[in-house]
């Protein structure tokens, strides 16, 4: 439902052209929450804001639903970006209007009548957990009431699409859960497809079903969370996952290996399963757990261990031989975790 093909934004500075997105290409299925991440300069901001033409791609094109917005008069593009709402990091809230009248003016813009506005505003005062709210003016709320404010205006012309700027990077954790799940339940009720951009990896764990990581301006790696969670290519995408899997080894744990170091993935059931157990007693070898976790990414069990492995070379390859056949990933560390 929304695709991008071979999008690139440069822009003009003092220092010449800088390119922000560098031929990006990108499908987002009808319904799916997209994260995209990367570190600041990346070229999320600039590729999102192509996607609602906030920014006028350099080249290259954007479809939602089917309709290349590029290729839109001016009049054609302001109704179709009703259909595309948008939230940012800083909430953009008109601090003279109330919470009510902040919704409400998304919906006059559409030129709605009067009882219609009203019976929407307070549906979605509803649905983002703010009825008791209305009459408050954006400084008496909390950062969090403010993006459920931000969130109901941008829903207020049904849209289609929501892209989310950094919408949770000023909210402390418990805050940005709580968005999370607002966001989570707009999209499972509402149907509606949702793009993200964050820095922060456990954003896309909790709520993405797929995710792109951008580096200077190009998608690096792309792939359904669980699997780019299980098997990470990148070195970028490895350190974005290390930040909240953690499985960094001191460098002292390196130099004094008496054995293999070996990193086994378990996906899905296989990950409640005694695979390590039974090789340990199989095979002539000792095992030392150095780390292990299992992560659950949409409640389907995610287990990463890393150990060390002890015995003859023999023994050692006939039991990595024995996992080999059981899992998917089998990293073997000769000098570095
Ligand atoms: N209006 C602009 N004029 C000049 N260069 C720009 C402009 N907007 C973005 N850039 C450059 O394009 C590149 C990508 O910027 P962009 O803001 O899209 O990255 P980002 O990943 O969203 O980072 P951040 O999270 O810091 O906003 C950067 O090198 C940035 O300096």
């Not at 499908?27 to 600041?40: L, T």
């Amino acid at each position: 439902m929304i695709e991008v093909r071979n999008l690139v934004k440069s822009y003009h500075s003092k220092k010449g052209i800088v390119v922000g997105v560098d031929h990006v290409s990108l499908k987002i299925a009808k319904g799916e929450i997209f994260g995209i991440i990367g570190y600041s300069g990346a070229g999320k901001s600039s590729l999102l804001r192509c996607l609602n033409l906030l920014e006028k791609p350099t080249s290259g094109e954007v479809y939602i639903d089917q309709v290349e917005l590029t290729s839109l008069n001016k009049s054609e593009l302001r109704k179709a970006r009703l259909k595309i709402g948008m939230i940012f990091q800083h909430f953009y809230l008109v601090s003279s209007k109330t919470v009510f009248e902040n919704v409400a003016f998304a919906l006059k813009a559409a030129r709605k009548s009067k009882t219609e506005i009203t019976d929407r505003v307070l549906w979605l005062l509803e649905i983002v957990g703010l009825a008791d709210k209305k009459d408050a003016f954006p400084s008496q709320l909390s950062g969090g009431q403010k993006q459920r404010v931000a969130i109901a205006r941008a829903l207020a012309n049904e849209p289609n699409v929501l892209l989310c700027d950094e919408a949770t990077s000023a909210l402390d954790p418990t805050t940005t859960k709580a968005i999370l799940k607002l966001l989570k339940k707009i999209n499972e009720d509402l149907g509606l497809t949702i793009v993200l951009i964050t820095h922060e990896m456990e954003v896309v764990k909790e709520i993405c079903d797929k995710v792109a990581v951008m580096q200077s301006g190009r998608v690096i790696e792309e792939g359904t969370v669980y699997e780019v969670f299980a098997n990470p290519k990148e070195d970028l995408t490895k350190e974005f996952i290390n930040t909240i899997l953690h499985f960094g080894l001191p460098d002292r744990l390196i130099a004094n290996k008496k054995g293999k170091i070996v990193k086994i993935v378990f996906k899905g059931e296989v990950a409640e399963e005694s695979i390590v157990s039974d090789m340990l007693q199989t095979f002539k070898i000792r095992g030392n757990i150095l780390h292990g976790k299992i992560e659950y990414i949409k409640e389907v069990p995610l287990g990463i261990f890393i150990m060390e492995v002890i015995g003859e070379s023999i023994e050692i390859e006939r039991a990595l031989s024995f996992i080999k056949q059981r899992v998917e990933v089998l990293e073997v560390f000769d000098d570095a975790a």
